[in-house]
């Protein structure tokens, strides 16, 4: 898996994967941001991770899921590096025939055992860095 991160302007950046997929970062002030930044697509990464594990569970079980919202919400360290000291996903599920119980069974199973990027906050990632002058 490999992804291109690319300098656009000042604050902003463009990832990009080998499909040609894009995502553009944007480090400018809320008031003029265009995309989201670093941290906000962590967020975004583990509640579409888990909301994707959460959903084939529940339609293997034969669910109906009419809906389905994440809402990501997290607590950053004051110095540097910020990295996030809490994180709380809230699932919003709109389903006629998946019960609560199993909801909440399915919700936590999708966001602690079967994301992996839950996975990989949970644990310690070997990385490494190499630098090339262009």
Known sequence: MK????????YEFESVNPNGNKV????????KKQGQSPTELLLSALSGCASVDLVQMLKKRKRTVNGLKVEAEGTRREEHPRAF?????TFILQSPD??????????????????SVAG????QVDHFFEIVRD
């Open 85 to 89: 000291t809490h994180i709380k996903l």
């Open 24 to 31: 553009l970062l944007d480090m400018r002030p809320a008031e």
């Open 3 to 10: 992804t291109t991160t690319t300098l656009l302007g000042d």
């Open 98 to 115: 998946a019960t609560q119980e199993e909801f909440e069974k399915l919700g936590h199973m999708a966001a602690t055992k079967y994301c």
């Open 120 to 123: 990989t906050l949970n644990c």
